[in-house]
C-alpha cells in the first residue's frame, strides 16, 4: 500500500494581541461510524486562501475497520471547485469537518502522496471527542519515542510522513541546525513570511485554519491545521495527532492562508500562524484538543548580541513552549540565530557569552555562567553550546521538575581570533612547602601576536607528602596530555568517560548545578596538582622547575599511590578535590604544560 501522509501543515506567530473566545455555536448532531455507508454525500469545510471558510463535497468511498491509530477510518472522495483549485487534499486541510444529512461524521485527515489526491481518509468524531475526556487529566508530559524512518514498499504498511515546519524569522544556518535537531521528531522546518497587517482573524469556528505553535516572538515556529468541532471554549482539529505526546503544552492561534499550492507529491497549504488565542493540551492517534483564553507554560527568552566588528547591536525576544524534549533545542535555536541575525554571516569568530536564568524549583533559583568561545567554522553554533548544557540538564535531571522563569543572554561577537598558546611556565620557586602560595610565570603566544606573560598563584595543598610535585598548567578548556595517556593505560577514553558518567549519576542537583557554574572556562589558565602514576612513558623526563608544552613528567616514586587528579578523570573514586589556581584572560587558552616543584617537609 502506498504511504499515508498526513494533512498537517507547520506554521508562524506572527502576532500577540488575543484573540475572542470561539463563539458558542449550536452543537450539530452526530452520525455514528457504524450509520456511515458507501454512496452516501456531504461537504467538509476549510480554508484555502486567507481566512474565509469554503466547501467541497465529500463522497463515501467505505469505512475501513481499525485502520487508523484510534480505530476505524473513513476512506472518501473528494470532489467540487474548491478540490479542482487546490488539486485535492491539501496538507494544512487536516481537520476539515465533514457533514452528511447535516450531521457532523468527522474530520479529514489523511491523505496518499503521489497517487489520486481527492481520495483521502476520515478520522470519525467519536474518537476524537475522546480527547476532551483526556484533558482533564494530568498534564504531565510523556516522553517522545524517537521515529524511525520507515520504507512501506519493503513492508506493505502505510506511516505518516514528516510534518513540515514553517519557519518565520529564522535565519539560514540556523534552520539547518534546526533541521538536524529536529529530525528525531520527524519535524522539518521551512522558511516562510508573515501574514499581512490586514488579516481579519475571526473566532475559531468548523473549518477555520488554526495553528499550532512551538515558538513566537521575534522568531516562530508552528503547525497549520483545520479547526474540526467547537464547543464553548473547547476545539479540536487535525484528526490525527501532531507530535503523540499525550498531555501536551503549545501555543493555540488562529491562521492566516496565502494559498493552496497543487503538488505532484501532495497539495499544501502556505500558511502563517496569527493570534494567540489558547493552548493545545492534548496531541493524541485521534488529533489535538484545546482550550481558548487558557494559555500554556513558557520560557521567556531575552537575548542581546552586539557585534564588535559592524558596530551594531539588537534585543530580541521569544517564548518557548515548555517541553523536555523540544525546549533545549528551541531556545537554543532562539539564541543562536539571533546571532546570526545581527552579525548577518556565517564562519568563524570569537564570542563572548553570558546568561543569567531564573526558575523555580532550582537550587539556588538563580544559575549565572560566561565563558569565551571561539570556532574556526560556525562560531554561531559554538557560542550556544554552554547554553544548551544548561537547557537539558533542567529540561530532563532527575530530580524534580524546573519552572524556568525567566532567561537573559549576553553575546558579543569578534570576527578577531583571539586564541592563546602556553610557550613555557616557571614557578617563582623551585623548592615549597605544603601550605606556601608560589607564583607561576606563564608565557602566552596569542595568535598572530606578540608573547606576554601571566602570574598565576598556587596554594601547595597542606597534605601534600615531601618529594616532587607535578603542577598542570593548561587552558580552562583544555584536556591535558597526561590525562589522556593516563586515560589509555586505564582502559582507553573509554574507561574514562565511564568513571566520569558514574560521578554525574551519583551527584546532587545542587552538585550538577555548581560543577556547571564553576567549572573552568576557556579563557581561564589553570594550575592544578597532577602528581600521576603514569607508569613508564616515551621521552625524556623534564628538568625541575620548567616543561615544554605537552611533555610528560615523569613519575614520582614515592608518592602517595592513591595519586591526585582533577575530579571526575578517572582514578580511584575516592580521591578528594584538588587545590586549584586559576585566573582568566582575554583568550581562549588552547594548549597545556606541566611544572615540577619540591614538596620539602615542613621543620
Not at 510522513?161 to 518565520?168: C, D, F, I, K, V
Not at 597526561?482 to 551519583?506: A, D, H, S
Not at 578517572?570 to 594548549?591: E, F, H, L, M, P
Amino acid at each position: 500500500m502506498s504511504r499515508i501522509l498526513s494533512c498537517c501543515r507547520v506554521t508562524l506567530c506572527v502576532a500577540f494581541l488575543m484573540l475572542p473566545a470561539a463563539l458558542g455555536l449550536a452543537a450539530p448532531a452526530i452520525m455514528p461510524v457504524d450509520e456511515v455507508k458507501t454512496g452516501m454525500q456531504g461537504i467538509a469545510k476549510t480554508v484555502v486562501a486567507g481566512t474565509k471558510i469554503d466547501e467541497f463535497g465529500v463522497e463515501v468511498l467505505g469505512v475501513m475497520k481499525n485502520k487508523g491509530p484510534s480505530g476505524d477510518l473513513i476512506l472518501v472522495r473528494t470532489y467540487g471547485d474548491v478540490i479542482d483549485r487546490t488539486g485535492g487534499i491539501a496538507q494544512g486541510m487536516s481537520g476539515s469537518p465533514v457533514y452528511i444529512d447535516g450531521k457532523l461524521v468527522g474530520a479529514i485527515a489523511y491523505g496518499w502522496p503521489f497517487a489520486d489526491h481527492k481520495v483521502g481518509m476520515v478520522t470519525p468524531i467519536a474518537d476524537m471527542l475522546k480527547l476532551w475526556d483526556n484533558a482533564g487529566q494530568d498534564h504531565a508530559q510523556a516522553p517522545v519515542q524517537e521515529a524511525e524512518e520507515t520504507d512501506a514498499s519493503e513492508d506493505g504498511g502505510a506511516v505518516t510522513e514528516s510534518t513540515p515546519l514553517m519557519a518565520s524569522g529564522f535565519g539560514e544556518q540556523t534552520l539547518a541546525m534546526l533541521t538536524d535537531k529536529l529530525r528525531p521528531f520527524k519535524l522539518v522546518p521551512y522558511a516562510v513570511g508573515e501574514a499581512p497587517d490586514a488579516a481579519n482573524y475571526a473566532p475559531l469556528e468548523p473549518g477555520s485554519a488554526v495553528g499550532v505553535q512551538l515558538v513566537r516572538g521575534d522568531v516562530s515556529l508552528g503547525a497549520l491545521g483545520t479547526v474540526t468541532y467547537v464547543e464553548n471554549n473547547k476545539v479540536l482539529a487535525f484528526g490525527h495527532p501532531f507530535l503523540k505526546k499525550g498531555p501536551s503544552n503549545y501555543f493555540m492561534t488562529s491562521a492566516y492562508v496565502f494559498t493552496t499550492v497543487s503538488g505532484l507529491e501532495s497539495s499544501f497549504k502556505v500558511g502563517t500562524t496569527g493570534q494567540a488565542v489558547g493552548m493545545i493540551n492534548q496531541d493524541r492517534g485521534a488529533g489535538i484538543a484545546g482550550e481558548v483564553d487558557r494559555f500554556p507554560g513558557i520560557i521567556p527568552l531575552r537575548i542581546i548580541i552586539e557585534d564588535k566588528n559592524q558596530g551594531v547591536a539588537k534585543d530580541m525576544e521569544a517564548q518557548v513552549i515548555q517541553d523536555e524534549q523540544l525546549s533545549p533545542i528551541l531556545a537554543t535555536a532562539a539564541v543562536a540565530n539571533a546571532i546570526e541575525k545581527t552579525t548577518d554571516r556565517i564562519g568563524p569568530g570569537t564570542a563572548r557569552v553570558s546568561f543569567e536564568l531564573s526558575a523555580r524549583n532550582m537550587p539556588g533559583e538563580v544559575f549565572k555562567r560566561d565563558n569565551l568561545f571561539y570556532s574556526p567554522g560556525q562560531i554561531g553554533e559554538q557560542a550556544v553550546s554552554e547554553f544548551y548544557e544548561l537547557m537539558a540538564l533542567l529540561a530532563s535531571n532527575q530530580f524534580q521538575a524546573v519552572d524556568i522563569m525567566d532567561v537573559k543572554v549576553n553575546v558579543t561577537i569578534d570576527s578577531e581570533r583571539r586564541t592563546a598558546s602556553i610557550m613555557e611556565a616557571r614557578p617563582s620557586t623551585t623548592v615549597a612547602k605544603p601550605g606556601d602560595t608560589i607564583d607561576i610565570t606563564v608565557t602566552l603566544k596569542p595568535y598572530r601576536g606578540e608573547t606576554i606573560t601571566r602570574k598565576v598563584p598556587f596554594t601547595i595543598p597542606k597534605e601534600q607528602p615531601a618529594g616532587p610535585l607535578t603542577l598542570e598548567i593548561r587552558g580552562g578548556g583544555t584536556v591535558p596530555l597526561t590525562q589522556l595517556l593516563m586515560g589509555k593505560q586505564q582502559g582507553g577514553e573509554g574507561e574514562v568517560l565511564k568513571q566520569l558518567l558514574y560521578k554525574l549519576k551519583t551527584r546532587t542537583f545542587t552538585d550538577m548545578l555548581k560543577e556547571m557554574a564553576d567549572r573552568d572556562r576557556n579563557n581561564d589558565i589553570v594550575v592544578e596538582v597532577l602528581d600521576i602514576n603514569l607508569g613508564e612513558l616515551p621521552g625524556k623526563p623534564p628538568k625541575t622547575g620548567s616543561v615544554r608544552p605537552g611533555a610528560a613528567p615523569k613519575p614520582n616514586p614515592g608518592a602517595d599511590k592513591k595519586a591526585r587528579q582533577p575530579l571526575g578523570m578517572g582514578g580511584d573514586k575516592n580521591v578528594a578535590q584538588v587545590n586549584k589556581g586559576r585566573i582568566s584572560t582575554d583568550y581562549i587558552i588552547d594548549s597545556d604544560t606541566q611544572v615540577l616543584v619540591n614538596v620539602e617537609k615542613p621543620k
